[in-house]
């Protein structure tokens, strides 16, 4: 099972007036707890007006990892669609979901790649999507749902998770408390490390290497090339030497993908944390075990 550490709970909270502020009662909750059961973890409240304070938020939270050596679970409890989170519900402006990709993935440089993200979001799954392989992963997992949630409800399942991920330390065995204690907790999807590299791997491949793509891509080959074959033999043997260089790229690529997405580039170190296939012909056979066929 891959690995992650941590040792504090900083929970990100935009909220309207009206809404019942479940970030300060979260806070409270695991504080109050974590006293009772002498269990080492903080929970720490950062509430966020303006898009000037979500930003001081962010660079607070880099200070904390940089020069505290605080490693945080970063929770947030904010509105939110399949594009955007919203500083007090999109009133004091509205944050795209790519702009949140790149403060997390700060984050998760800086602590090594060690950052849990949950979200206590509507749609906060979307986060998920178009991730890329060629980038550092902003996070190392991440546990969200892809459905409108209900503010009273995300308190009482995120409780419950954290309480028992901090008692027994193990990601699954909390997830396992969720689904059979929570509250319609088929609502929430909880994504490791590896399954969010195939995620990104697989949607690469999709749309760029699989055998229907291959054509297209000889068409936008030969076009930059200003290449014009019009007979339908030569085209046919340059489509198959398309398709013959795609499969040597992508092969030769995916370790570079592989070392960018974990940040082995970074901290070759913390390669043992991770369970990943060592060949993109192993990654394939795997994404097909998970229904996706990747040929």
């Given at each position: 099972?891959?690995?992650?550490f ?20 979260l806070e ?5 707890w974590?006293k009772v ?32 050596t ?31 990709f ?10 090594r790649n060690n ?11 979307n ?11 902003p ?60 995620n ?16 297209e ?32 790229e ?18 070759p170190?913390i ?25």
């Amino acid at each position: 099972m891959s690995k992650f550490f941590f040792n504090k709970l900083f929970i990100i909270q935009s909220l309207v007036d009206s809404d019942r502020k479940t970030g300060n009662e979260l806070e409270n909750i695991i504080n109050d707890w974590a006293k009772v059961n002498q269990t080492p973890i903080q929970a720490v409240l950062f509430n966020v007006e303006t898009k000037e304070e979500w930003e001081a938020t962010w660079n607070g939270i880099y200070t904390s990892i940089r020069d505290c050596t605080n490693i945080p679970i970063i929770h947030l409890v904010m509105h939110g669609n399949e594009n955007y989170v919203g500083i007090k519900k999109g009133y004091r402006g509205l944050i795209p979901l790519r702009e949140l990709f790149d403060k997390v993935r700060k984050a998760n440089e800086l602590s090594r790649n060690n950052i849990f993200l949950s979200m206590a979001v509507c749609k906060g799954l979307n986060v998920i999507r178009s991730l890329s392989v060629s980038k550092h992963m902003p996070f190392c997992g991440l546990l969200a749902s892809e459905d409108s949630l209900l503010n009273d409800e995300t308190l009482a399942n995120y409780t419950l998770f954290y309480k028992s991920f901090f008692t027994k330390l193990n990601i699954d065995e909390a997830k396992a408390e969720l689904q059979a204690n929570g509250i319609h907790p088929e609502l929430y999807k909880l994504s490791k490390p590896e399954e969010i590299f195939m995620n990104a791997m697989c949607g690469y491949l999709e749309s760029q290497s699989k055998d229907d793509k291959i054509e297209e891509r000889a068409k936008t080959i030969a076009n930059m090339g200003n290449l014009n074959i019009s007979d339908g033999q030569e085209w046919r043997v340059f489509v198959e030497t398309v398709r013959k260089l795609v499969k040597e790229e992508d092969e030769k690529h995916y370790q570079l993908y592989v070392s960018t997405f974990f940040m082995f580039d970074l901290y070759p170190e913390i390669e043992d944390r991770f369970q990943v296939p060592k060949t993109l012909a192993e990654f394939k056979e795997m994404a097909k075990n998970e229904g996706m066929d990747l040929y």
